[in-house]
């Protein structure tokens, strides 16, 4: 079944540690994204690569970082840079200027 | 700037009808998408339009006139899987394929 996996599901950190999420798509997509998503709040761009070894900062990159090395996976760090990283985290990707496909997402909460 | 608004929440009943607007303001445009997304679930795909007019999918219908900036996502004979916020996405094409997303309508469905 071709889809995206974003594991794990929910997440826990203390502050000042940095954290990995994943990301790995099967569709053959080249182009992959971060959003982050807070409560009552749309979507906001984090990072989007729309080729392997290269990437492009969003609306709000201050405190991630990310890695494109492979064209299936995308993983996203969040860094004790980043004041607020408690959110819920969605990583898509999509073939060209189609639609984007989501994964299931990963909570993310730093205590 | 980029702006993208929405109705934050509206109500209906099962059988009827609801119209959820977008307006939005963006350097450019290349589409506007519109997303269903449940509670603590990743976004789907509803659709996708790049050209003025209407264009429907079953019980789900969306227009676009870009002179105006603004959208609609049309839903008829409402169930209360319906009960969702529906995220409306433009591509402004800056961004590569990366979409701006508003924050959403609240859309619960009583019988």
């Known amino acids: 079944d071709g889809g995206i996996t974003q594991s794990p599901k929910y997440l826990f950190r203390k502050e000042g540690q940095n954290v990995t999420l994943s990301c790995e798509q099967n569709?053959?997509?080249?182009?992959m994204y971060w959003y982050r998503q807070d409560p009552g709040q749309g979507l906001r761009l984090i990072y989007y690569?729309?080729?392997?070894?290269?990437?492009q900062k969003g609306d709000i990159a201050e405190g991630y970082s990310v890695s494109r090395e492979k064209k299936e996976s995308f993983p996203l760090t969040v860094t004790s840079a980043q004041k607020n990283p408690t959110a819920f985290y969605l990583c898509?990707?999509?073939?060209?200027?189609?639609?984007?496909?989501f994964g299931p997402g990963t909570r993310l909460t730093v205590t | 700037g980029q702006n993208i608004d929405q109705p934050t929440e509206m109500t209906a009943t099962e059988g009827a009808i609801v119209q959820i607007n977008c307006t939005y303001q963006t350097s450019g445009f290349n589409g506007l998408f519109w997303y269903q997304q449940h509670a603590g679930e990743a976004p789907t795909f509803l659709s996708y339009?790049?050209?003025?007019g209407l264009e429907e999918k079953g019980r789900f219908s969306s227009f676009l006139s870009r002179s105006k900036g603004y959208s609609y996502l049309l839903l008829k004979e409402l169930q209360m899987k319906d009960s969702a916020s529906y995220l409306c996405?433009?591509?402004?094409?800056?961004?590569?394929?990366?979409?701006?997303f508003g924050k959403g309508t609240t859309l619960s469905v009583s019988s």
């Open positions: 996405a433009v591509r402004d094409g800056q961004a590569g394929t990366a979409l701006i």
């Open positions: 898509a990707s999509s073939s060209g200027a189609h639609e984007q496909y």
């Open positions: 690569s729309q080729i392997v070894n290269d990437f």
């Open positions: 569709l053959n997509h080249d182009a």
């Open positions: 339009n790049v050209l003025d």
